[in-house]
């Protein structure tokens, strides 16, 4: 449940680094550069541990907006693993994130 959430969540977040291209604009309540922030988090191989930045804009996010987004083909098309973004929300210690 709450790893599917956060997956959601994240999936968003890197669609909106792909479809944003200023901070101004904003998907589910996170910047592009929040977003962006997140990237390298959910990237294959060997990901690092999410950043502050990162783990910031997911608190504040709108992660039940980012659910809509849980199967898009977007992610895997620019390097994101939709299961490590998954993993991210529970990686951040966001609570209550929804179950998509």
């Not at 291209?21 to 294959?44: G, H, R, V, W």
Request: charged residues 10%; aromatic residues 4%.
């Amino acid at each position: 449940m709450e790893a599917t959430s956060k997956k959601v969540v994240i999936l968003l977040g890197l669609m909106v680094m792909i479809a944003c291209c200023a901070d101004a604009q904003t998907i589910c309540n996170m910047t592009y550069s929040e977003l962006m922030a997140c990237k390298p988090a959910a990237t294959p191989p060997n990901p690092p541990p999410p950043t502050s930045a990162c783990c910031t804009g997911l608190s504040h996010a709108n992660l039940k907006c980012f659910c809509q987004y849980k199967n898009s083909p977007i992610l895997p098309s620019v390097g994101v693993d939709p299961k490590l973004a998954m993993q991210l929300p529970s990686k951040c210690k966001v609570p209550n994130a929804p179950t998509c």
